[in-house]
Nanobody, 112 residues
Framework: QVQLVESGGGLVQPGGSLRLSCAASGSIFSTSIMGWYRQAPGKQRELVAYITSDARSDYTDSVKGRFTISRDNAKNTVYLQMNSLKPEDTAVYYC??????WGQGTQVTVSS
């Protein structure tokens, strides 16, 4: 069984930065595709970024150039560095392992 625990969310002003972390239990992390998703109030959950086991990554267009996904297989952890945050980035952010396992989510609020 895999458990995912996100951390790093919070309240930040527009233009600010946050770094989200997602720590995974179990032994399959290093061979898994890890993704960050977000869900804003009244909207569907959407993919933000993903990273493969060999560190290839991709992003949704709205965050390209601002967000960076990375992974540390030694720590079973995936990160999402978010810079130049905008109010429209406000959402609950979830990490996923192979689209099978999900974390509980962490709230990100961008507001002045």
């Amino acid at each position: 069984q895999v458990q995912l625990v996100e951390s790093g969310g919070g309240l930040v002003q527009p233009g600010g930065s946050l770094r989200l972390s997602c720590a995974a239990s179990g032994s399959i992390f290093s061979t898994s595709i890890m993704g960050w998703y977000r869900q804003a109030p009244g909207k569907q959950r959407e993919l933000v970024a993903y990273i493969t086991s060999d560190a290839r990554s991709d992003y949704t267009d709205s965050v390209k150039g601002r967000f960076t996904i990375s992974r540390d297989n030694a720590k079973n952890t995936v990160y999402l560095q978010m810079n130049s945050l905008k109010p429209e980035d406000t959402a609950v952010y979830y990490c996923s392992l192979n689209l099978v396992y999900w974390g509980q989510g962490t709230q990100v609020t961008v507001s002045s």
